[in-house]
């Protein structure tokens, strides 16, 4: 590699330690060749030799001229881009989350980073065949990579590597993705799509009463078509603007009458892209104006910004927080700052983009993971050069280049969506985000209706500012809300299925107001459990511990965690038996016995199952908003973001199965979300009504809610978490330590317990079986380690739990098994 040094005997030496996408312990040190010292610059991408002949994109963390002393260090290949494309303050952020949650500072770069950003020897390249460009703009190197494409359609970068024979190949890709010539080779996900309302006008020579009275007497001869044109006329003497599906109701015709009217040029058609919220959402309308309760809330934000750098906003749902939001924004993007909106579901970034494109048009942008990798990377070079001042986004936003962040708001910030799981890093978005909001001097406004805990915790204990909004907005009644027993309702005989008389009958007034009604059962699915009615035997998943839920749509029996499938059974596998009984209740369920039991109503179900293909969920809200639909069944989906103004009846199917759920936060999860979904009732002029079905009616859980009590929730909750050692008064590690062997497994995970215990005693329980306790095929052993953090070192803590999994993989007794260690993991 001696080519790459400078004959100018007195160059510096120049070493980068550079993070690699990969879970590996640590940095990786690379020589840097003397032509690219003036290049070598923290937050650049470098290409890089690692291992015998993989190729990485990795981020220069530091430059120095020191040498590694134990081994040699390779050159890199070349440094691609002409300036950072990560902040030093992005690396410090990186690197506290590395060391907050236990892992590598590579497996956070691959979190963070979009892959078009991070390219690796196997990545597939494609070429774009709906880009137009000019091929002379092209250098001889680009036209050979453009060649070997429209040959073979799709290349990995070590395949380019080999046409052009050189090792130095991503400063052509990268110029050839900036063009949009090529793309990275991915399923091209949804992206977001406005909403078009169709609206129809007459024919301006229709407008002559002459040509009219004639069109009249033609239309005679095609009743329908007649139909529609006399509801057109009544609908723009009372509206104005008349929408097709407003003809459709009014009129009593189907949409093949108005295409012919259409097609013989009577009517116009002109899509017209509209907010997805009624005008009963008060925050659509572009010139509002805060109410009292919500320009004290506003006030006493800014006021709490000055010695706070974090501010819960409690207010209730409907209270219009969002609005709150709207004037925040305006304020920071006066004084020249971005901005951040983080939202907890995907789902729900294409419903906000509307309200906020009406004040703030193309200032704002949407980030989530369902854009694809092209769209991603060109995001972030927007952000960096500070072309975006508003981004909003799902958890993986927070990652974003921000170079002059002023403001972050975590909307819904008590919800789970903001917890990454798997891979690693496993963090909570609301919760880093607060650390970047103080490392970059930014204000953070969390928001919720029914705020997280520790949250409010937090905020009673002075660490963040609290404001409350505890009206709603324009005087809107919060829903009324009936408990009914199933278990009365069973034995008088009253409910049909699993439904009560008593929601039956709601439904039925619901429905002849012409109002809409939401359904919420949180299981999908048909039943979840199958069980032999002779032996008791329950078909279960070949890959892990849990029963198999069948599916009427598919026929078959699937597992909710790896994805298994088998044909459903008939007769007992294992007696032979024919007496299959179905226990549970899911949402495919719930919908089909009510197709029985209202054979005449629209109904529809939104749920993983539903919503899986691209824009089928938005396609379902349409349909919900544009009154397609009457009843609309659902999981947690149906939970957040529907504020429809004609919404007025929410059912509870079930609220049993979240309440008796065996984890300490089910309490304070049911409450958060049964309260949302109560929220979703109601209109400006009419209170809505919530309908609870459930076992226990005297359980404390549902009387908070009938009450909208969450301080007493709070208090109740903190005495238990106090005495039982949970968060907010305990800090939770837990370790998964996971094998194909069981019986390696447990005794593996007894040894490592013992090694901790010798540390830290009582505060390390277990090891024992999670609740499902194979998945995948691998058996589970959990360890949790609780932390009292007023007394004792939560970082001495984990650097001895650093120190015990690293010398645990490195022993070969424990071949074949792997540690998950996961901070703050509920």
């Known amino acids: 590699m001696k080519d790459f040094e400078a004959a100018d005997p007195n160059h510096q030496t120049l070493f980068v330690e550079v993070i690699l996408p990969l879970a590996i312990p640590r940095t990786y040190t690379y020589r840097v060749p003397a032509t690219l010292n003036d290049f070598a610059e923290k937050g650049r991408r470098a290409v890089v030799q690692f291992g015998k002949s993989k190729i990485y994109t990795a981020i220069i963390h530091s ?160 009743p329908k078509q007649l139909d529609a044109l006399l509801a057109y006329m009544k609908l723009k003497k009372e509206f104005g603007e008349v929408k097709k599906a407003a003809i459709i109701e009014e009129g009593g015709v189907n949409s093949a009458a108005i295409k012919a009217l259409i097609d013989k040029d009577i009517f116009i058609q002109v899509d017209k892209v509209v907010s997805r919220f009624s005008s009963f959402d008060n925050s659509v309308a572009s010139d509002f104006i805060l109410s009292e309760d919500q320009n004290l809330a506003f006030q006493q934000i800014k006021e709490s910004f000055i010695e706070k750098s974090t501010v819960l906003l409690h207010g209730i749902t409907s209270s219009g927080k969002t609005q709150i939001y709207i004037r925040l924004i305006e304020e920071y993007l006066a004084k020249g700052n971005q901005v951040l909106y983080l939202l907890p579901e995907i789902a729900l970034t294409g419903q906000m983009i509307d309200r906020l494109k009406i004040y703030f048009g193309n200032q704002i942008i949407v980030y989530h993971s369902r854009f694809n990798d092209n769209e991603r990377a060109e995001i972030w070079q927007k952000v960096l050069t500070n072309e975006v001042k508003i981004v909003l986004g799902a958890r993986s936003s927070v990652f974003l280049p921000f170079c002059d962040l002023g403001l972050i708001i975590v909307d819904e910030e008590h919800e789970a969506s903001f917890k990454q799981y798997d891979p690693a890093p496993r963090y909570n978005a609301r919760d880093i985000a607060i650390i970047l909001g103080n490392m970059v001097k930014a204000k953070v406004l969390l928001g919720s209706a029914t705020p997280a805990l520790e949250t409010y915790f937090n905020a009673l204990s002075n ?142 179900r939104m749920d993983y199952d539903t919503t899986r293909n691209k824009n089928a969920h938005q396609i379902i809200l349409n349909d919900f908003e544009d009154r397609k639909i009457d009843i609309l069944v659902g999981t947690q989906m149906v939970a957040k973001g529907l504020d429809f103004d004609n919404i007025t009846l929410i059912g509870i199917i079930n609220a049993d199965s979240m309440i008796q759920f065996p984890d300490f936060r089910a309490y304070e999860r049911s409450f958060q979300m049964l309260s949302q979904v109560a929220g979703r009732a109601g209109r400006r002029n009419k209170q809505g009504k919530v309908i609870i079905q459930t076992y226990d009616v005297k359980h404390r859980v549902i009387k908070q809610i009938v009450a909208n009590d969450y301080e007493g929730m709070y208090r109740e909750e903190m005495i238990e978490r106090k005495q039982f050692r949970y968060p907010p008064f305990y800090k939770i590690i837990q370790i998964d330590i996971k094998h194909k062997d069981l019986g390696k497994l447990l005794m593996i995970a007894e040894q490592f317990a013992k090694e901790l215990k010798l540390h830290l005693g009582d505060l390390v329980l277990g090891p024992q079986s999670p609740l499902i306790g194979r998945v995948r095929n691998y058996y589970i052993q959990c360890i949790i380690i609780k932390i009292d953090w007023k007394n004792q070192s939560v970082v001495k803590i984990k650097n001895l739990l650093k120190e015990k999994v690293i010398l645990f993989e490195a022993d070969k007794l424990n071949k074949g098994a792997f540690v998950v260690v996961d901070v703050d993991p509920y």
């Open 63 to 222: 430059v120095s001229k020191q040498a590694p002393e134990k081994y040699e260090a390779k050159y890199l290949l070349d440094i691609i881009d002409p300036q950072p494309i990560v902040h030093l303050v992005q690396l410090e952020f990186w690197q506290w989350i590395a060391d907050y949650y236990l892992c590598t500072l590579g497996e956070v770069m691959a979190a963070a980073l979009p892959s078009a950003l991070k390219l690796a020897s196997e990545t597939r390249i494609v070429l774009n065949l709906e880009h137009t460009f000019d091929r002379n703009l092209l250098n001889d190197k680009e036209f050979l990579i453009l060649d070997a494409l429209e040959l073979r359609h799709e290349l990995s970068i070590s395949e380019i590597t080999k046409i052009l024979a050189q090792k130095s190949i991503f400063p052509l890709l990268k110029s050839l993705l900036d063009k949009k010539i090529i793309f990275i080779s991915e399923e091209i996900s949804e992206k977001y799509q406005p909403k078009k309302l169709s609206i129809i006008t007459l024919n301006d020579f229709y407008e002559d009463r002459e040509n009219l009275k004639q069109l009249f007497s033609v239309l005679e001869r095609a």
């Open 463 to 604: 660490k963040y500012g609290l404001v409350k909004l505890l009206t709603r907005y324009g005087g809107v009644k919060l829903p009324e809300i009936e408990v009914v027993s199933i278990t009365e309702e069973k034995a008088r005989k009253l409910n049909k299925e699993n439904f009560s008389s008593v929601l039956l009958n709601q439904i039925d007034q619901t429905l002849a107001q012409k109002e809409q009604v939401i359904l919420f059962q949180n299981r999908r699915g048909y039943v979840p459990v199958l069980i032999c009615k002779t032996c008791g035997n329950t078909p279960k998943c070949i890959n892990c511990d849990v029963s198999l839920t069948y599916h009427k749509a598919s026929g078959k029996l699937h597992c909710h965690y790896c994805g298994y499938k088998e044909e459903n059974i008939t007769e007992c596998p294992a007696c032979g038996s024919r007496h299959i009984e179905y226990k549970g209740l899911g949402t495919e369920k719930v919908e089909d016995d009510l197709k029985v039991l209202l054979p005449d109503v629209k109904i529809a």
